[in-house]
């Protein structure tokens, strides 16, 4: 037999074709979810960018906490967003995020640089929540695409893909420092653009895939995955704490800048040699069929499928009301009432509403807290900056460590949950009795316990309601957390600190006057506040405990069985059709 040699065109189309294999892939369009995240960190520089709205609007503090509190609103408002979900493509999601993220930021630049006409403080507060609200695009389009695809790996995609978005505002930092310098009008352009542009990029990768089977190597894929996140992690809180102690020129931010956007596209890296080494092994498959008598194929039985899962039966003439209340088996798919209703879906908002009122208020406060115990300068910075990257490790850990805890031992996802809220109201009680080192302490545990949260909460969702309404489900778990932030940041918190202030003022003989700022000094401003919330932590531990045994026979199941049925599926139709 002669060999004709390839061409120049047969080479090119080669190329061609494994470019377009690659782009197709579900590596692929998990490595752009990665990038989506990563860009998506406008609302976690808002303290970065907030003092210069204060400044050139004149505003004041109560003002400017009314402006944090229309963020929060406006970062987890997200069930009409879900509901759109529903009924459009992910690219589509995508898109209008971008659109919204542009136009929200935009505005906020040009009222700060003065462009436009001062405008009235609703309005600044409705660009916020809109600027902000492409958040939830994300989150929508990407986390529930990627759940889906992956349904038998959710636990750790979903830890790596939050851990990506913790990481999101320490990454936008990095590439303006390195492109405009410290500047924060700029700052906000950047946050206009940048996360605009990336999900317009990649937006049309993100679409729904038939689930496949689990390849052999791919548990050790993603492990890859984590260890590209984690040595961003660790190379970012290396710069951060380097930049902190020693004066930048504008060529180091950029050697910096340019260092973390290669550890942000590694997995890019790892994605083109799987699919390289996908490629090698279908090129020899085909060799080989090649240079082989093709014999007549045995006829073989089918074994005999099992019976389907029984499911309740639906009365036509059933009301849709009482239909409501004929809720199907844990696992299986749920109607968005059904599950509201559900008592499941009440412990899931009472860990959402007590794991982030405490955590953001402590988060929120962490710099007044510092000082008002007697911590300054760098110090104050460096618990902020343990803060953003524990909660990094929180959310990639409890991914990877619940989906290992789950396939081995069989624990319940919820038991997670409890873990973050009991080691939540640990991180509070070392700041309300403090000792020598213990806010160090404090921030890494509050970090990591804040972390921890949300990718359960993704995961639980998906698990016991089914993924059919996935989407709006994601984020009517989310919607308490605006109200959890206003109820222990501002009404107790917030109270609490002012009434203390007013009381030292009066104890050294002076009179607070209207407008004038309020500043505490002692153990006393946070105790109070910090012991409320170290009890509603600890509560909302103890009803966590009675989600895992609520949910224990459950997870002793296959709970999988589903997708892998689905896979086989998959495998044996793409093998009769080749």
Same mark, same amino acid.
């Given at each position: 037999?002669?060999?004709?040699?390839?061409?120049?065109?047969?080479?090119?189309?080669?190329?061609?074709?494994?470019?377009?294999?690659?782009?197709?892939?579900?590596?692929?369009?998990?490595?752009?979810?990665?990038?989506?995240?990563?860009?998506?960190?406008?609302?976690?520089?808002?303290?970065?960018?907030?003092?210069?709205?204060?400044?050139?609007?004149?505003?004041?503090?109560?003002?400017?906490?009314?402006?944090?509190?229309?963020?929060?609103?406006?970062?987890?408002?997200?069930?009409?967003?879900?509901?759109?979900?529903?009924?459009?493509?992910?690219?589509?999601?995508?898109?209008?995020?971008?659109?919204?993220?542009?136009?929200?930021?935009?505005?906020?630049?040009? #009222?700060?640089?003065?462009?436009?006409?001062?405008?009235?403080?609703?309005?600044?507060?409705?660009?916020?929540?809109?600027?902000?609200?492409?958040?939830?695009?994300?989150?929508?389009?990407?986390?529930?695409?990627?759940?889906?695809?992956?349904?038998?790996?959710?636990?750790?995609?979903?830890?790596?893909?939050?851990?990506?978005?913790?990481?999101?505002?320490?990454?936008?930092?990095?590439?303006?420092?390195?492109?405009?310098?410290?500047?924060?009008?700029?700052?906000?352009?950047?946050?206009?653009?940048?996360?605009?542009?990336?999900?317009?990029?990649?937006?049309?990768?993100?679409?729904?895939?038939?689930?496949?089977?689990?390849?052999?190597?791919?548990?050790?894929?993603?492990?890859?995955?984590?260890?590209?996140?984690?040595?961003?992690?660790?190379?970012?809180?290396?710069?951060?704490?380097?930049?902190?102690?020693? #004066?930048?020129?504008?060529?180091?931010?950029?050697?910096?800048?340019?260092?973390?956007?290669?550890?942000?596209?590694?997995?890019?890296?790892?994605?083109?040699?799987?699919?390289?080494?996908?490629?090698?092994?279908?090129?020899?498959?085909?060799?080989?069929?090649?240079?082989?008598?093709?014999?007549?194929?045995?006829?073989?039985?089918?074994?005999?499928?099992?019976?389907?899962?029984?499911?309740?039966?639906?009365?036509?003439?059933?009301?849709?009301?009482?239909?409501?209340?004929?809720?199907?088996?844990?696992?299986?798919?749920?109607?968005?009432?059904?599950?509201?209703?559900?008592?499941?879906?009440?412990?899931?908002?009472?860990?959402?509403?007590?794991?982030?009122?405490?955590?953001?208020?402590?988060?929120?406060?962490?710099?007044?807290?510092?000082?008002?115990?007697?911590?300054?300068?760098?110090?104050?910075?460096?618990?902020?900056?343990?803060?953003?990257?524990?909660?990094?490790?929180?959310?990639?850990?409890?991914?990877?460590?619940?989906?290992?805890?789950?396939?081995?031992?069989?624990?319940?996802?919820?038991?997670?949950?409890?873990?973050?809220?009991?080691?939540?109201?640990?991180?509070?009680?070392?700041?309300?009795?403090?000792?020598?080192?213990?806010?160090?302490?404090?921030? #890494?545990?509050?970090?990591?316990?804040?972390?921890?949260?949300?990718?359960?909460?993704?995961?639980?969702?998906?698990?016991?309601?089914?993924?059919?309404?996935?989407?709006?489900?994601?984020?009517?778990?989310?919607? #308490?957390?605006?109200?959890?932030?206003?109820?222990?940041?501002?009404?107790?918190?917030?109270?609490?600190?002012?009434?203390?202030?007013?009381?030292?003022?009066?104890?050294?003989?002076?009179?607070?006057?209207?407008?004038?700022?309020?500043?505490?000094?002692?153990?006393?401003?946070?105790?109070?506040?910090?012991?409320?919330?170290?009890?509603?932590?600890?509560?909302?531990?103890?009803?966590?405990?009675?989600?895992?045994?609520?949910?224990?026979?459950?997870?002793?199941?296959?709970?999988?069985?589903?997708?892998?049925?689905?896979?086989?599926?998959?495998?044996?139709?793409?093998?009769?059709?080749?």
């Amino acid at each position: 037999m002669t060999t004709i040699p390839a061409d120049n065109s047969s080479r090119r189309f080669s190329v061609v074709k494994f470019v377009a294999q690659v782009i197709k892939g579900r590596w692929f369009m998990l490595c752009a979810s990665f990038f989506i995240m990563g860009g998506s960190g406008g609302s976690y520089v808002f303290g970065s960018y907030s003092e210069v709205i204060k400044s050139t609007q004149g505003y004041d503090q109560s003002t400017l906490n009314l402006l944090g509190f229309f963020k929060d609103l406006g970062g987890n408002f997200g069930a009409p967003i879900g509901l759109i979900g529903e009924i459009t493509p992910p690219w589509l999601v995508l898109l209008l995020g971008s659109c919204l993220n542009f136009a929200g930021y935009f505005m906020i630049w040009l #009222v700060v640089t003065g462009k436009i006409s001062k405008p009235h403080v609703w309005q600044v507060c409705l660009y916020i929540a809109i600027g902000v609200s492409s958040q939830n695009f994300a989150n929508t389009g990407v986390i529930t695409t990627c759940v889906k695809n992956f349904p038998e790996s959710r636990g750790t995609i979903l830890g790596l893909l939050k851990g990506y978005l913790g990481l999101s505002g320490a990454i936008v930092t990095q590439l303006y420092l390195a492109i405009y310098g410290n500047d924060s009008e700029s700052l906000i352009l950047l946050i206009a653009w940048l996360p605009a542009a990336i999900p317009a990029i990649f937006a049309c990768v993100i679409r729904f895939m038939k689930v496949e089977t689990r390849q052999p190597n791919e548990g050790k894929l993603i492990n890859q995955f984590l260890f590209a996140s984690i040595a961003l992690a660790i190379f970012i809180m290396v710069m951060i704490i380097v930049q902190k102690q020693t #004066v930048f020129s504008k060529a180091a931010y950029a050697g910096s800048a340019t260092l973390v956007c290669i550890l942000l596209i590694l997995p890019l890296f790892i994605t083109i040699r799987q699919e390289l080494s996908l490629w090698n092994s279908k090129e020899k498959l085909a060799r080989t069929i090649n240079g082989v008598v093709i014999e007549k194929p045995q006829i073989v039985e089918p074994a005999e499928s099992p019976p389907p899962p029984k499911e309740k039966a639906i009365d036509p003439n059933m009301s849709w009301f009482a239909n409501i209340f004929n809720k199907p088996e844990r696992g299986e798919d749920h109607t968005i009432l059904q599950a509201l209703i559900s008592i499941d879906m009440l412990l899931l908002l009472i860990s959402s509403f007590a794991g982030y009122g405490t955590n953001v208020t402590v988060v929120d406060n962490l710099g007044q807290i510092s000082k008002s115990l007697g911590y300054t300068g760098n110090t104050v910075k460096s618990f902020v900056s343990l803060v953003s990257i524990w909660n990094y490790f929180g959310r990639v850990l409890s991914g990877f460590g619940s989906e290992i805890l789950l396939r081995k031992y069989k624990v319940p996802r919820p038991m997670l949950l409890a873990f973050s809220h009991f080691l939540t109201c640990i991180g509070h009680l070392l700041i309300v009795f403090p000792t020598p080192g213990s806010v160090y302490f404090a921030s #890494v545990i509050i970090g990591f316990a804040f972390g921890v949260l949300l990718p359960m909460l993704y995961a639980l969702v998906s698990e016991l309601f089914g993924l059919k309404y996935f989407s709006t489900l994601q984020n009517c778990v989310l919607m #308490v957390i605006p109200i959890g932030s206003y109820v222990l940041n501002v009404r107790v918190t917030g109270f609490l600190y002012d009434r203390e202030a007013k009381n030292q003022l009066r104890k050294s003989g002076k009179e607070w006057m209207k407008g004038t700022e309020l500043t505490c000094i002692g153990i006393e401003c946070y105790k109070h506040s910090l012991m409320i919330m170290a009890c509603i932590s600890f509560f909302a531990g103890l009803t966590s405990l009675i989600f895992v045994m609520r949910t224990k026979k459950f997870y002793k199941s296959d709970i999988y069985k589903k997708f892998a049925k689905d896979a086989v599926a998959a495998e044996t139709e793409l093998t009769t059709t080749s």
